[in-house]
């Protein structure tokens, strides 16, 4: 495979809360063509900085967060940090190794060749058996999917809560980040404010990757949190794509 480094400049942001016994094998694990590496250490208690800064590479950038602020937070300060450097595309890379860097340059060739301004991985094959993953995390995942479909507006999104995502910067430098959610519903945000500003939107089959690792989403608070959140996105949404618009239309009755 040709270095695709003459094409686009990349950057990967990795959030990180605890991350000491993975944030390591991440980095090492990203392509050459990456050219730089954004760890947010979310306000963690354990050696996570320790472990960032033991490594060599002159490409990573180390933010830290006094207090953990929650996914979104770290990914806000990431995105922030990402512009400034001017890079054609940023990417979103978990912690904890379950998302694999090889698929970044498919990724990045779905948004250069075919114009898409976000990419997102996608670990429900359009026919064949369901992934390997927790049984509690599939059942959540299958119903945060029909109901983040209807509040995005994006019908065709097979795995919305897949964190593993890519952005033009184009669509980065036009999103209204105050807006992004700074809690885990941070990828159904992002998506409610994409579709607003007419984005487009693809997905790449990334098949799951689960180790012996324990998710930090709890479904008591997706319950307790989820419901008003998708339905004042959805709100939002439709006021801001559909009726504001026609409002500062002088032609309409």
């Known amino acids: 495979m040709s270095h695709p480094n003459d094409r686009y400049r990349l950057a990967v942001v990795i959030p990180a809360y605890n991350a000491e016994t993975s944030i390591r094998s ?3 694990s990203l392509p050459v063509f990456v050219e730089r590496i954004i760890i947010v250490d979310d306000g963690s208690v354990d050696q996570t900085k320790k472990a960032v800064q033991s490594l060599d590479d002159p490409r990573i950038v180390l933010l830290c967060h006094e207090r953990n602020g929650g996914v979104g937070d770290a990914m806000v300060t990431g995105f922030k940090a990402a512009l400034a450097t001017g890079v054609d595309l940023v990417a979103k890379i ?46 959540g995942n299958l119903v945060l999917t029909f109901l983040t479909r209807m509040v995005s507006g994006f019908r065709e999104i097979s795995d919305p809560q897949n964190g ?6 184009h669509m980065l430098s036009r999103l ?20 607003v ?7 790449i089959y990334v098949p799951a990757r689960y180790g012996g690792e324990m998710s930090s989403l709890r479904i008591s608070r997706i319950i307790r949190t ?27 009755g």
């Open 176 to 195: 209204p980040l105050d807006r992004i959610d700074r809690g885990y519903f941070f990828e159904n945000s992002m998506l409610i404010e994409i579709n």
């Open 94 to 139: 978990d912690a904890d190794g379950q998302m694999e860097p090889d698929y970044l340059n498919k990724m990045a060739q779905l948004a250069i060749e075919q114009s898409y301004d976000y990419v997102k991985a996608n670990r429900f094959q359009k026919s064949g058996p369901l992934p390997e993953m927790p049984p509690v995390r599939l059942a």
């Open 26 to 28: 991440v980095i090492l």
């Open 197 to 203: 500003l007419g984005g487009r939107v693809a997905e």
């Open 226 to 252: 989820f419901p008003s959140k998708l339905i004042a996105g959805f709100v939002s949404r439709i006021i801001r794509k559909h009726v504001i618009p026609k409002r500062r239309n002088p032609d309409m």
């Open 164 to 169: 593993y995502v890519l952005i033009t910067r």
